[in-house]
C-alpha cells in the first residue's frame, strides 16, 4: 500500500483560493475546510487539481458516505470555475440545456436576450436560426428566435467530463 503524501501546499492553495477558502457547497459554504479527492485517494493515488474540492468536514463525511455523489462534486467545482471564468453560470445552464436536447431540436429565444449569451455566440458554441416570418412590434422583432447548440458547443459540453462516473 502506497503510503498517502500530504497534497503540495501550492495545490492546497489554489484548490482553497478557488473556494474562497470556504466550503464549495453553495447550501453550506461553512468556512472550516478540508481539501477533498472527488475521485477517492485509493482509486487515483494523485493528487490533482481537476479531482480536489474543498468541503467542510460534514460534507466531506457525507461524500465519502455517497450522500454526496461524485457528479455533484464536480458540478460544485465546475461552477467554482466559472465564476473565475470566462462564461456566466446562466451561459453554462443555457449550455447543459441546449446539450441535453437531440441535435435537431432547438430552443426558441427571444431576439432582445441576445447580449446574455453573446460570449456563447462569439466562441460559436450557439448558432441563432433566425426564422423568416418575422413579427415586428414598435419596431423590435417579437417573433422568437431559435437556439441550437454547434458540434464546438456539443464538445465543449462534453470535455467537461460530467458523464455519469
Not at 7 to 28: M, Y
Not at 98 to 112: G, K, R, T
Request: with cysteine; proline share 7%; aromatic share 6%.
Amino acid at each position: 500500500m502506497v503510503k498517502r503524501p500530504p497534497v503540495p501546499s501550492d495545490l492546497r492553495r489554489r484548490v482553497l483560493v478557488e473556494a474562497g477558502h470556504r466550503c464549495a457547497i453553495p447550501t453550506c459554504r461553512h468556512i472550516e475546510v478540508d481539501v477533498h479527492h472527488i475521485v477517492p485517494w485509493a482509486q487515483c493515488q494523485a493528487h490533482k487539481y481537476d479531482n480536489l474540492i474543498a468541503i467542510c468536514p460534514n460534507c466531506h463525511r457525507r461524500a465519502d458516505r455517497g450522500e454526496i455523489d461524485r457528479k455533484s462534486l464536480r458540478l460544485y467545482k465546475l461552477n467554482l470555475r466559472f465564476i473565475h471564468d470566462k462564461y456566466s453560470q446562466f451561459e453554462m445552464d443555457m449550455m447543459f440545456e441546449l446539450h441535453a436536447l437531440q441535435s435537431e431540436q432547438v430552443i426558441m429565444w427571444p431576439p432582445y436576450l441576445n447580449l446574455l449569451i453573446k460570449r456563447l455566440i462569439e466562441s460559436q458554441f450557439v448558432d441563432i436560426e433566425r426564422p423568416r416570418a418575422k413579427v415586428s412590434l414598435g419596431g423590435m422583432q417579437a417573433s422568437p428566435d431559435h437556439l441550437k447548440i454547434t458540434p464546438r458547443g456539443r464538445q465543449f459540453i462534453d470535455s467537461l467530463g460530467l458523464k455519469e462516473l
